[in-house]
């Protein structure tokens, strides 16, 4: 070969090498799909999706520039085996990134939030909402007797485990498998100061909770949570019924009741704490984790009655006994009677 023609060589093979890489920029380096609204939209895969499938989304949730890029994409990085989990899709995202991690499984974590939580069913609905597991699965799972003494809980206490904060967890994770990581955090917020501070009172930690859930619908005020807490400790030293509105209300299962009345004390239900001594048989919501704090190290006080003040700020009058508790009672009930309140 000539020195001519081998330079008619070089140039075309160095220009096939431009073409080429130029080519595979445009392919998988160049911004090519942006959320429809918003800053952010992620792709739900769930189990036995289909390609086609993945692709429906993708147009339903996002712009895609070139859907011929897109492809050449993914046949050039060889995807398919569809992962199932959660994947972001951001303005300006490239074919490489969205298919690598489609290609990888590579999810972005949802941030689990859990709280402002009264029953199971609210629970289950709040997790469906943010995670792939439907509520009835969820539910399910917490009415199921065998699977939770596996935990040493049962249907009526299990949702103590779900202590209130922001988790990250893949939106795929079954609802099982999110029980055993709650649990897990659980155990973490026992440590060995809290379970002494628990067996000191007496109470195991889940008694701990279905009080500290009593105390958080009784009162606003961080700063009588410990009060609280201690009148009702010091019922449960005395034999005395709890007497707790709000185990009422959860036993009614009406969260709008302003004022119980004598008729709804009538009800039978292992929670009306009007009937029966004792803690009930599980929390009646998801505490803080505060309040749980202030159970744990509760105001010791000669306080065994407590009532509304007033005021109706949601503030307590406190007596160590009845005749002082009858005044304070007295001035709640009118208070209630003028502003008509039944």
């Known amino acids: 070969m000539t020195t001519f023609r081998k330079n008619i060589f070089f140039k075309y093979l160095a220009l096939g090498f431009i073409v080429g890489f130029l080519y595979m920029m445009y392919v998988f380096f160049m911004p090519n799909i942006s959320p429809k609204s918003g800053k952010t939209a992620y792709l739900l895969i769930p189990e036995n999706t289909a ?17 011929f890029s897109f492809n050449q994409a993914v046949k050039l990085f060889h995807y398919t085996k569809v992962k199932p989990g959660r994947y972001k899709i951001g303005k300006g995202t490239t074919n490489f990134q969205l298919i690598r991690a489609l290609k990888n499984g590579t999810q972005t974590p949802v941030q689990l939030k859990i709280n402002n939580i009264r029953t199971k069913e609210q629970l289950a609905g709040k997790l469906a909402s943010q995670l792939m597991p439907d509520s009835t699965k969820i539910i399910n799972m917490l009415n199921d007797s065998a699977f939770l003494a596996s935990y040493y809980l049962n249907p009526n206490n299990c949702i103590v485990v779900f202590l209130p904060n922001t988790y990250n967890v893949f939106w795929n994770t079954d609802e099982k498998k999110l029980f055993e990581r709650m649990n897990n955090e659980y155990r973490k917020f026992w440590t060995d100061k809290r379970k002494q501070e628990a067996a000191a009172i007496p109470l195991s930690p889940e008694e701990v909770i279905t009080l500290a859930s009593i105390v958080d619908e009784e009162t606003n005020s961080k700063s009588e949570k410990s009060i609280v807490a ?112 039944n």
Not at 51 to 67: G, P
Request: glycine share 6%; hydrophobic share 35%.
């Open 51 to 67: 390609y086609s499938e993945v692709i429906d989304q993708l147009e339903e949730k996002a712009t895609v520039s070139s859907f």
């Open 230 to 341: 201690g009148v009702y400790i010091n019922r449960l030293k005395k034999n005395m019924p709890l007497q707790a509105d709000p185990t009422i209300k959860f036993a009614l299962g009406d969260f709008s009741i302003k004022r119980v009345l004598f008729g709804h004390l009538q009800i039978d239900s292992p929670y009306n704490t009007y009937k029966n001594t004792g803690l009930p048989p599980g929390p009646i919501r998801i505490p803080d984790l505060a309040t749980i704090d202030a159970v744990l190290n509760y105001y010791k006080s000669d306080y065994i009655y407590m009532c509304a003040k007033e005021t109706l700020n949601g503030e307590h009058n406190f007596a160590a006994n009845w005749a002082e508790h009858k005044v304070n009672a007295a001035k709640y009930q009118k208070a209630l009677n003028e502003r008509g309140i």
